[in-house]
């Protein structure tokens, strides 16, 4: 069992920046490929940014692509997501996701694929 605990959501101007942190439990964190997704009110979940067990390989939404940035230390056990010049349509409920067993240095982009799931923080983009 994992457990993940998001934090760094919060109330921000467009243009605005935030950095999302999301903490795991568990000796294997370098094992894990992680991933963000958001769901905003009345709308489906969608995938947000991936990265690698390793760091080297990370994907982006077009929505976000050359806004956000993900990144890992996995001596801290620790997935971050840098938002940047945020627009009010990124205002949702922001989730990290762990999929556990991973075969390779790869990403993963379908919330299927993923075996758990943290709380979520909220990000609200004022207009």
């Known amino acids: 069992q994992v457990q993940l605990v998001e934090s760094g959501g919060g109330l921000v101007q467009a243009g605005g920046s935030l950095r999302l942190s999301c903490a795991a439990s568990?000796?294997?964190?370098?094992?894990?490929?992680m991933g963000w997704f958001r769901q905003a009110p009345g709308k489906e979940r969608e995938f947000v940014a991936a990265i690698s067990r390793g760091g080297g390989s990370t994907y982006y939404a077009d929505s976000v692509k050359g806004r956000f940035t993900v990144s890992r230390d996995n001596a801290k056990n620790t997935v971050y997501l840098q938002m940047n010049s945020l627009k009010p349509e990124d205002t949702a409920v922001y989730y990290c996701?762990?999929?556990?067993?991973?075969?390779?240095?790869?990403?993963?982009?379908?919330?299927?694929?993923?075996?758990?799931w943290g709380q979520g923080t909220q990000v609200t983009v004022s207009s």
């Open positions: 568990g000796r294997t964190f370098s094992n894990y490929a």
């Open positions: 996701a762990v999929k556990s067993r991973v075969p390779s240095d790869s990403y993963y982009y379908a919330g299927f694929a993923y075996d758990y």
